[in-house]
């Protein structure tokens, strides 16, 4: 049998927005700013829900989840793309692209069956104003909430 040729991908170059020095900078500050007031903006959100118990309703928990989805699946993504604004070397490597495609798309699954669940909640609010509460009980919201974080994991 003949030895054949062969080869692996082990890294990626990244080529990012621009090969412009000047513009690295305000780039980074720019997706930096971008992304702090996505991180403060949705911990606030988790947070403020959380601590006020006039907002311990299923429409509040059902959207502090998705606050938290939506923290998650933008801090996979946007470090790394931080990261590669200042470095001289814009490189991933094969596992470190594939565990960030993995996981924006658990993140982003979850986020569309958390969306599924608030259509339902309110769904339930409009269509069985009376039985809403015996329906969405906070066994019923725990359960729902669960299934939309596996099916991203699924």
Do not use: W
């Amino acid at each position: 049998m003949a030895a054949e040729n062969h080869s692996t991908v082990t890294d990626f170059i990244l080529r990012g927005l621009t090969n412009r020095p000047e513009l690295q900078l305000p780039l980074f500050l720019l997706f930096l700013g971008i992304y702090l007031v996505t991180v403060i903006g949705n911990l606030g959100m988790f947070t403020l829900i959380c601590l006020n118990a006039q907002l311990h309703t299923p429409m509040y928990y059902f959207l502090s989840n998705l606050s938290l989805v939506d923290l998650c699946y933008s801090s996979v993504i946007t470090p790394k793309m931080l990261v590669n604004f200042v470095s001289e070397k814009s490189i991933i490597s094969y596992a470190g692209c594939m565990s960030q495609l993995y996981f924006f798309l658990v993140f982003v699954i979850a986020e569309c069956y958390m969306l599924t669940v608030m259509a339902y909640d309110r769904y339930v609010a409009i269509c069985s104003p009376l039985l809403y509460n015996v329906i969405m009980s906070p066994q019923v919201c725990s359960l729902l909430v669960a299934v939309a974080y596996s099916m991203g994991f699924i």
